[in-house]
């Protein structure tokens, strides 16, 4: 099977094929190693940052932002966030407190982006 | 009224305000920082997205924690602080007038001023949108701040009509709020914004992008029920019989931004129509001696590192002008600039002054590929640099070292490479 | 009548068959099927042109065309299980400018008045869709009510801005031309502005314009003569009508919003009451200011004497950093032959408001839904032509919108005591002038509701307490920073802005929600404040208001609306 990714290493977007043959991984396309060595973990186990909000009470704000420590397998994005959101936490939070530990046992901890003082 | 002397006033507690006051006072001058918001950091309160300060910091951060590390080095300072303060009015004479509801009226006479107040989003009336007038047609930055300060959702279904980063982050993130987004239109023929945000924002969620589109009619009217969408020509006119009816209940506007200088010209600052912000020297000093500005109220840049840099930029000149360096009635040569070069910032450069460093920001026209930025004088190359690739969206930048009396020339050669 | 109607009818449009009947006051119902909906109106424009005839009421259709209304049976099934709403003397009908004056004219009486209106505030139908203008009396025909209101209405604005606190400016209009074959026009215009006794009109040589107007030579204009014509005044027509309905609720008018009337009670041929949705209110006398719904009101009255062909005009507003061109109302006088415009408008120009936002516009098409007012790119295109500002283009327009007028096939005011129904009173197809116009139309209908009162022995005594002054609200950005600081130090709350673009602040937003008309959406806070009007559109301030509306009001951020039911800005918490 063959696929296309668009290298966002770089500003010079290649377009890098991947096709699994028996020998191993086949990568097409990429101007440099960065890029191969991205298309070759798009192709395996795609991950992103997340970033969302949680709720937080007694704040000057309603909702914290927050953010994995790393990034997490694309596949699990639903799931973690689901659990993300039932996170309420209590204001004063300070920027990097962790909000939620191992996200969904990814080993991923969801951290606090910013500082909340409480409600004057 | 409470009357204040101070060296240096900084107008805007967003990431050039803190860069630039947070220098200023590094370099040992008395600083004031004004903020019309509650709490300092601007916009990039509402950007939680990950991406900033991998220039400056060499981690991706979410724009939250870009403003947070300045705010804890800003609470260690001992500047003076003014949040809730909106600044109405500013003198030729560099005096300051601006209200608080604690402290009322506020008038600052001040050494030197960073003007520092951002961008605003422009909104649908400057874009022309046709139609009804329904609530639920509403600028990105709106619709970002309701989701991720307030913790609203302003609709179920959305489209979007601009491909600007903003776009495509907005994408992203109402779609893990749960709503629905039914495609990205973009009038120009390539995107706005990263490719990294076309991957990660749109091909992740399989959000569709349609390039020489726009929306041609909003329909609702009480609240938006729909919008006719249409292929462009190449002359951006819309194609009879491509009309497409969508329904939503959002139709989100990601469509530029403007600088925000009704404060500048108000004080007689002079502009530039390119960049739609004030006329600047090396030292971001405006057209008034003494008054400098930095970040996106002098022109819209792409990354906040580069915002940061240009406040301090600011913050030196102000510091250099308050300690009797730059001539109080300077003359200057104008940068000139050719090719595929939309801007070049800073506009111009002091006369007869000792060698500098000066950088550059630019902007190219359309894209282009294995092209390369060139700064000459007369016909001598003072730098050179090779661009394997460039696109409007992203903003350049070239360090030049000159002499007194050159006169710099920005150039990317057409290399004929362009795509589309 | 009615057979040589429909004569003329067969001659100047043999496509179509039209049937006309006329009644004993000269309305004439036609009937019949037309080809288009401009058809329709050219029909209706045509007979209501003939002699004799006072007006023309259409039952005409359009073929393939389902000329859109209201459903006003349903309104009323939903009224008739409420019971009774309010009792009253008077139920005023419709709140754009001209309800707001009759009720505010009215509250000097000792009488119980109702004012409802289908929107969530005031001033939100051809009110809140115009230029403002306190026009002279140059452009409409002699021997109208037209004529005779605007000319009178026009000098009582003085006292009313005076009296209500309102921006007003006297900014007079000049017209000149530099073709010679344009003088014949211009002297035509000044002998109309004469006859319909016009304050001072003057016919004026070039240099006297270049006078009045030393900036025509600025942009390279030759008048050879020139109209001039100080009478001509400016105003925002929803600050007026605020002030006016504000004043009227001080004298004890009760206001009710949201609220559709959908039914006349009557009784031996006098009116006993009004069903609404929200229940009856039982009253003597209705005041018909229902705008472009004014027909169907009247038709509820069982009195089908007009009918209402919405006009829509659509206008640009530009960005204040663009100043106009002149300090007066200043255009070039083209004759009326010479233009390609709708011949029953005035068509627009270049204007400007009170607070010197340059205004372009309106056009004028005929559209068959009384609610359409949607913009359209053809629209754009003819009031940008008007243009004539080398400073301004497209790309300093802030918002574009669109209204529509109500007119009549007779293309006039429509206004007076039913003969059908006694105590119900029309204030009908108020269109341009109609601003201008308003305080007499206010006045004429006070004028026969005393009259009618005398006849039917009821006495109506005037109030002992009436108040005729609304104080102007807080503008804090016209104070000096000295008494900007009085006011922050008095009351905090005038230190927070809230609106950045026009300097527009918390004290300011409250003083208007805790008033005694409260505006209880993000657009009639934006009529009492002017926040969110100016550059950014709200952008930066709405979810501000949003807040303080939801904590002053008691209700949650997501029942704030932008302009009412169904326009909710928020949908839902996110979490």
């Keep these: 099977m063959k696929k296309t990714y668009t290298c966002i290493v770089c500003p010079m977007s290649c377009r890098i094929t991947v096709e699994e043959q028996e020998e191993g991984m086949k990568v097409a396309g990429n101007g440099c190693g960065r890029g191969k060595e991205y298309a070759m973990n798009e192709h395996t186990l795609p991950k992103r940052t997340l970033t969302t909000t949680v709720k937080v009470e007694n704040g000057r704000l309603r909702r914290l932002p927050v953010i994995t420590d790393s990034p997490l397998p694309k596949a699990k994005r639903e799931e973690c966030l689901k659990e993300i959101y039932t996170v309420c936490v209590q204001a004063p939070v300070h920027y990097g407190d962790i909000v939620l530990e191992n996200v969904c046992g990814t080993g991923v901890d969801v951290l606090a982006s910013r500082s909340v003082q409480q409600k004057a | 009224m409470k ?73 260690k300072a001992e500047m003076q602080v003014f949040l809730d303060t909106m600044v109405l009015e500013i003198t030729e004479e560099k ?18 001023i960073i003007l520092a ?65 039914k495609g990205v ?30 929306v041609t009619r909003i329909r609702g009217k009480h609240h938006l029920e729909g919008v006719t969408v249409m292929k462009l020509d190449g002359e951006r006119k819309p194609i009879p019989g491509t009309e497409k009816e969508i329904d939503c209940d959002l139709l989100v506007l990601a469509v530029g931004l403007i600088p925000e200088n009704e404060l500048s010209v108000q004080a007689g600052v002079e502009m530039d129509e390119r960049t739609r912000g004030p006329l600047l020297d090396e030292d971001y000093m405006t057209s008034i001696p003494g008054i400098f500005a930095a970040g996106n109220v002098s022109l819209v840049f792409d990354l906040v590192d580069y915002v940061s840099q240009s406040g301090e930029i600011a913050a030196q000149g102000a510091v250099k002008y308050l300690q009797g360096k730059i001539d109080s009635n300077p003359e200057y040569e104008k940068v000139q600039y050719e090719g595929n070069v939309q801007f070049v910032v800073p506009q111009r450069i002091r006369k007869g002054e000792k060698e500098k460093e000066v950088v550059f920001f630019l902007r190219v026209k359309h894209p282009a590929r294995r092209a390369e930025l060139i700064c000459t004088e007369k016909e001598q190359i003072l730098v050179k640099k090779k661009l394997p690739t460039a696109a409007p969206p992203e903003m350049l930048s070239c360090q030049v070292k000159i002499s007194p009396g050159q006169s710099p020339k920005v150039q990317i050669p057409e290399t004929g490479n362009s795509e589309e | 009548m009615g057979e040589k109607i429909q004569q003329f009818l067969k001659q100047k449009f043999p496509e179509i068959s039209i049937t006309a009947v006329a009644d004993a006051r000269n309305i004439v119902t036609l009937s019949g099927e037309c080809e288009s909906w401009q058809q329709l109106v050219d029909v209706g424009h045509a007979v209501a042109k003939l002699e004799n005839v006072k007006n023309v009421v259409s039952d005409m259709t359009v073929r393939g065309m389902e000329i859109p209304g209201r459903d006003y049976e349903a309104l009323a099934r939903e009224g008739e299980k409420k019971g009774v709403l309010a009792e009253a003397d008077v139920v005023i009908v419709g709140l754009g400018i001209v309800g707001c004056a009759i009720a505010r004219e009215l509250s000097k009486y000792d009488l119980k008045i109702v004012a409802i209106d289908m929107a969530e505030d005031v001033a939100t139908g051809a009110s809140k869709a115009n230029n403002g203008g306190i026009h002279h009396a140059g452009g409409v025909k002699p021997g109208t009510l037209k004529a005779k209101l605007s000319v009178r209405g026009n000098r009582m604005y003085d006292q009313w801005a005076e009296e209500l606190g309102f921006d007003f400016i006297r900014c007079g209009d000049l017209l000149y031309v530099e073709d010679e074959e344009d003088i014949d026009g211009l002297c035509e215009e000044f002998k109309i502005a004469l006859k319909n006794g016009d304050y001072r009109p003057q016919l004026i040589n070039g240099e006297q314009a270049l006078e009045i107007e030393p900036k025509l030579a600025d942009y390279g204009r030759k008048p050879v003569m020139g109209l001039w014509l100080p009478s001509q005044g400016r105003v925002h027509t929803y600050e007026v009508a605020v002030a006016l309905i504000e004043n009227a609720a001080m004298n004890g008018v009760q206001v009710i919003f949201q609220c559709n009337a959908c039914g006349v009670y009557t009784e031996e041929g006098a009116v006993t009451g009004l069903l609404t949705d929200q229940g009856v209110i039982r009253t003597k006398y209705i005041i018909n200011a229902a705008g472009v719904y004014a027909d169907d009101i009247s038709a509820m009255a069982g009195d089908r004497c007009f009918t209402i062909h919405p006009r829509r005009g659509t206008l640009a507003i530009i960005d204040k950093s663009k100043k106009p061109m002149f300090d007066h109302l200043t255009g070039r006088f083209i004759s009326a032959a010479k233009q390609k415009r709708n011949p029953e408008s005035k068509g627009g120009g270049m204007e400007f408001t009170p607070s010197q936002n340059i205004l372009i516009g309106p056009s004028a098409v005929e559209r068959p839904d009384k609610e359409d007012v949607e913009t359209t790119a053809e629209e754009l295109e003819f009031i940008m032509k008007i243009n004539e500002n080398p400073e301004v283009s497209e790309r300093d327009i802030i918002r574009i919108f669109a209204g529509t007028r109500p007119a009549d096939f007779s293309e006039d005011f429509v206004i007076g005591m039913s003969p059908i129904a006694r105590r119900f009173i029309n204030a009908a197809a108020i269109q341009s002038p109609g601003v201008g116009s308003t305080p007499a139309i206010a006045e004429m209908v006070e004028q026969i509701v005393l009259e009618n009162a005398k006849q039917e022995g009821m006495e109506i005594e005037r109030r002992a307490d009436f108040n005729p002054i609304r104080k102007r609200p807080v503008r804090f950005a016209e104070l000096s920073h000295e008494e900007q600081d009085a006011l922050i130090q008095e009351r905090p709350e005038y230190g927070r802005i809230i609106c950045r673009c026009e300097t527009i602040t918390e004290g300011e937003i409250l003083d208007a929600i805790h008033s005694l008309v409260v505006p209880a959406s993000i657009d009639a806070i934006k009529r009492r404040t002017r926040a969110g009007m100016g550059r950014c559109q709200g952008g930066f301030c709405q979810a501000k208001v ?30």
Excluded: W
Aim: glycine share 14%; net charge negative.
């Design chain 3, 546 to 575: 949003l807040e303080i509306l939801a904590r002053e009001l008691g209700i949650k951020h997501t029942e704030v609306t932008l302009h009412g039911k169904g326009s909710n800005i928020l949908t839902e918490e996110n979490r």
């Design chain 2, 95 to 112: 005096t300051i007038y601006a209200c608080s509801s604690q402290e009322g009226m506020i008038r600052l006479q001040c050494g030197a």
């Design chain 2, 3 to 75: 009357e204040l002397t101070i060296d240096v006033a900084v107008i805007g507690g967003g990431p050039a305000g803190m860069a630039a006051a947070l220098e200023a006072e590094r370099l040992g001058v008395k600083v004031a920082l004004l903020e019309r918001n509650f709490e300092l950091g601007g916009i990039l309160q509402q950007c939680i997205h990950d991406g900033f300060g991998l220039q400056r910091f060499g981690v991706s951060m979410a724009g939250s924690s870009y403003a947070q590390k300045f705010i804890n080095e800003i609470e």
């Design chain 2, 117 to 181: 107040m951002g961008c605003r989003e422009r909104t649908a009336g400057q874009i022309l949108l046709y139609g009804h007038r329904p609530q639920g047609v509403m600028t990105a930055g709106s619709v970002q701040r309701y989701i991720n300060m307030e913790g609203y959702l302003p609709g179920k279904k959305a489209v979007i009509l601009g491909s600007g980063d903003i776009g495509l982050i907005m994408a992203r993130r109402m779609v893990l709020e749960g709503i629905e987004v």
């Design chain 2, 185 to 214: 239109y973009e009038v120009m023929s390539s995107p706005g914004g990263l490719t990294r945000n076309i991957v990660q924002c749109l091909e992740d969620f399989e959000i569709p992008l349609y390039l020489s589109h726009t």
